[in-house]
């Protein structure tokens, strides 16, 4: 059995493992706090326990974020490697991901993984780099990670917000991209009872 074969399966398992063991635990022991209550305080407690509700809420959503970077960041490695060991020229996701389908001999919108997959990585982009184009088109492919009404988030800084700082990850989202990576590399797996469809 030749290595490129066994790099699907191991890639799976990896991204399972790191959404099971690090992201889930540490997404679930970040306190949150809704509605987040603004406005006059009558105390100087009530006060210091609403900026503390505040920095945990930033920080759970930082948090977030962050996973998503990390997970396209370990994707997009993999990716590369992958089509290294078949002797394909990839050094990003924009190469990486048509390469690596193409050497598996699977569509990627027949798979449905082109929306899931675009946004986490469009997602990282702006988690890296703020406002640009990614931040515009992910604004266009996914409206739902930004809700102006929401009374859950404040960002920390003084002065008006930047769009990029007010997107929104949630836990369901990094569910759905870490799942997406995984059928993504069921579908790449050539060997024998792959998982295509895990829970």
């Given at each position: 059995m030749n290595v490129a074969d066994q790099l699907p399966r191991i890639f799976?398992?990896?991204?399972?493992?790191?959404?099971?063991?690090?992201?889930?635990?540490?997404?679930?022991?970040?306190?949150?706090?809704?509605p987040l209550v603004s406005g006059q305080a009558s105390s100087?407690?009530?006060l210091l326990n609403r900026c503390s509700e505040q920095v945990d809420n930033h920080t759970a959503f930082e948090?977030?974020?962050a996973f998503a970077l990390t997970m396209d960041g370990l994707f997009e490695r993999q990716l590369c490697r992958w089509a290294h060991t078949h002797g394909k020229k990839a050094s990003s996701?924009?190469?990486?991901?048509p390469t690596c389908a193409g050497i598996a001999s699977f569509d990627l919108a027949t798979?449905?993984?082109?929306?899931?997959?675009?946004?986490?990585?469009?997602v990282a982009n702006v988690v890296r780099h703020g406002e640009g184009r990614s931040c515009?088109?992910?604004?266009?492919?996914?409206?739902?990670?930004?809700?102006?009404?929401?009374?859950d988030?404040?960002?920390?800084?003084?002065?008006?917000?930047?769009?990029?700082?007010?997107l929104r990850i949630s836990g369901e989202d990094l569910s759905r991209y870490a799942?997406?990576?995984?059928r993504f590399w069921g579908h790449a797996d050539p060997l024998p009872v792959a998982a295509l469809n895990p829970p």
């Open positions: 799976q398992a990896n991204i399972d493992r790191f959404f099971q063991r690090i992201v889930v635990p540490v997404l679930e022991q970040l306190p949150m706090h809704d100087m407690d009530e948090a977030a974020r996701m924009e190469t990486a991901l798979a449905g993984l082109v929306d899931d997959l675009k946004e986490l990585h469009l515009k088109e992910l604004q266009v492919l996914a409206p739902q990670l930004w809700d102006e009404e929401a009374s988030y404040h960002d920390l800084a003084p002065g008006a917000a930047p769009a990029s700082d007010l799942r997406a990576i995984i």
